[in-house]
């Protein structure tokens, strides 16, 4: 059951140029949706989120775009710094909207960023 | 900066016994949650927690697992038999509303021999 997708096990870019991380989701019914950064041992850190009202938010060198048409999100950062690399999680859920069952979250599998000096 | 910590880090137990994973949520969050992840798989939800009882919770969530929050601060996971499929890291994490981001704790590894 793979809802949310992350089809990059893994990514590696230089320091100082753009990480974008790709998403892809299923169930129509998601209309919030969240990156984390998990180094290990070490529990998933909230990076960024957004509704599905809006198709970019911004965050210092973090941006997420939502495109609902093709149900995909992508996460951007720029510029790159050795200290982001981590393993990315994407996540979702659904009813923000409608205030109905928002609770549970829904992971990708995560995609290992290495960002090299 | 407020965070969600979580004892033991490490727990290891024999199969059949029972374990308690202890969680202390931010202050002000109202929502709680616990999440695992099999070691190579994907983070998954187990169970969602508000006002006192349990808002939601997943197929993996069964009679053998219970939730509870005993005080004002903690928020404790038990696993009443456990089997060596329970191993698994366990998050425990917590939200201001049920809209909003969650926070995770560091996650507790959970062990059965």
């Known amino acids: 059951d793979q809802q949310v997708k992350q089809n990059s096990p893994s990514l590696s870019v230089q320091e100082g140029r753009i990480s974008i991380l790709n998403c892809d989701y299923t169930?129509?019914?998601?209309?919030?949706f969240l990156w984390y950064k998990k180094y290990p041992a070490e529990g998933p850190t909230f990076l960024i989120s957004?509704?599905?009202i809006k198709d970019k938010n911004e965050d210092g060198r973090f941006t997420v775009f939502l495109n609902k048409s093709a149900k995909h999100l992508s996460l951007h950062i720029v510029p790159s710094q050795p200290g982001d690399s981590a393993v990315y999680f994407c996540a979702a859920s659904a009813g923000w909207g409608s205030g109905g069952s928002n609770y549970k979250l829904t992971f990708g599998k995560g995609t290992l960023l290495t960002v090299n000096p | 900066e407020p965070e969600v910590t979580q004892t033991p880090s490490h727990q290891v137990t024999q199969m059949g016994q029972e374990v308690i994973l202890r969680c202390v949520p931010i202050?002000?969050?109202?929502?709680f949650y616990w999440y695992r992840q099999i070691l190579g798989q994907k983070v998954e939800f187990l169970v969602s927690f508000y006002n006192n009882e349990i808002s939601e919770k997943s197929e993996i969530f069964d009679d053998q697992f219970s939730v509870e929050r005993p005080d004002g601060s903690n928020f404790t996971l038990k696993i009443r038999s456990t089997k060596l499929e329970d191993s698994a890291m366990y998050f425990c994490?917590?939200?201001?509303?049920?809209?909003?981001?969650?926070?995770f704790g560091q996650g507790t590894r959970l062990t059965v021999v």
């Open positions: 202050s002000n969050h109202l929502y």
């Open positions: 994490a917590s939200s201001v509303r049920e809209n909003t981001e969650a926070f």
């Open positions: 957004i509704s599905s």
């Open positions: 169930n129509s019914m998601f209309d919030y």
